[in-house]
């Protein structure tokens, strides 16, 4: 009976997941915009490769392509890349291997958050976006 309940909210549940799962990425992404110096600093601090270039790829997938995931357009694919996008911001972000506590615990606790939100993207890779996307018009 329970199952069926929410079944019946399905498309619903799955909009609510799409907002909860990008709502980090944007308040992310719009810190990293409007101080795009900062975050080109930052992703030097990393040791990302070309810094500009990490920090713009950063900006568009953290503000702006979450924005189209929750509007649900191209869901399935864009979600599909976020998994490697969140991967590539893990191994150049949070590499708790190379660290000692107290870092290497907050870090290892940072991955690992990021690889159960790889989860999310994964599950919403399959499902796709439900009824209320503009792919579901």
Known sequence: MRYNLFQNQRNELILLARILLMILF??????????????????????????????????????FVAIVIILGFYTRPLAFLYILFVLGTSLIGHHFWTMVDPERSANMIHFFKNISIMGGFLLLGITGPGKYSIDGK
């Open 26 to 63: 944007i308040i992310t992404g719009w810190g990293k915009l409007t101080n795009f110096d900062g975050t080109v600093t930052y992703m030097s601090s990393l040791g990302a490769p070309m810094p500009m270039v990490a920090a713009g790829i950063a900006v568009v997938m953290e503000f």
